[in-house]
């Protein structure tokens, strides 16, 4: 009899261990399933992540692609226009101001932008000699037809400030503001250049 009491006390005991433990192993079947749960959408992003760097790859490219038809239209636009320029398709829109009576200067300047040769050489050739300190006059003269030929120029004048003032230096006879002849002006600018321009010609022969 007191043994089958003692059976019956120990009964309930069993029962409350049995039922812990289910409730545990319901909690880690749960655990494992979000764990699951985790791996999936874990993969799930780096799948994602994989096909976005892909998409910014591919982005990345195609602005690349982009940047490099955008430089070469505007290298092709500005070569059709330096061809137009030289072509006299596209007419001088910038004027020069006069500094005093200057106008044997200025006559003088726009009649040699206006010949085709001689421009199409400081456009073309020129330009990469720009730096020589020893080509004063011919420095001076190309920042002259470059406004001159300069599209951009909202002003539609130029002053030529600065070849008159190199003018003067290299030779005293149009110093100031006073008139002078424009033969004798062309008589000394194209023997400068002619000179200038030759000295590099030997430069680049040595």
């Known amino acids: 009899m ?91 829109l910038v004027g020069l101001n006069n500094i005093g009576a200057t106008c044997y200067m200025n006559a003088t300047l726009q009649c040699l932008s206006n010949t085709d040769e001689l421009t199409k050489y400081f456009f073309n050739k020129f330009k990469y000699d720009v730096n020589d300190n020893n080509k004063i006059m011919s420095n001076a003269y190309y920042n002259v037809i470059k406004n001159l030929w300069n599209r951009d120029n909202n002003n539609k004048s130029f002053s030529p400030n600065e070849f008159k003032e190199k003018l003067s230096i290299e030779n005293p006879i149009f110093a100031g503001i006073s008139a002078n002849d424009s033969k004798d002006l062309i008589n000394f600018l194209l023997e400068r250049l002619h000179n200038e321009l030759n000295n590099n010609k030997k430069e680049n022969v040595s």
């Open 2 to 92: 007191i043994k089958k009491l003692e059976k019956e006390k120990e009964k309930p005991k069993y029962d409350i261990i049995g039922k812990k433990y289910e409730e545990t192993k319901q909690k880690y079947y749960l655990i494992l399933k979000s764990n699951e749960d985790l791996k999936s959408k874990n993969k799930e992003m780096k799948e994602k992540e994989i096909l976005l760097q892909i998409n910014i790859s591919d982005l990345k490219n195609q602005n690349k692609e982009f940047r490099e038809k955008n430089l070469l239209l505007v290298a092709g636009k500005e070569k059709i226009y330096e061809e137009n320029l030289l072509l006299k398709k596209i007419p001088i």
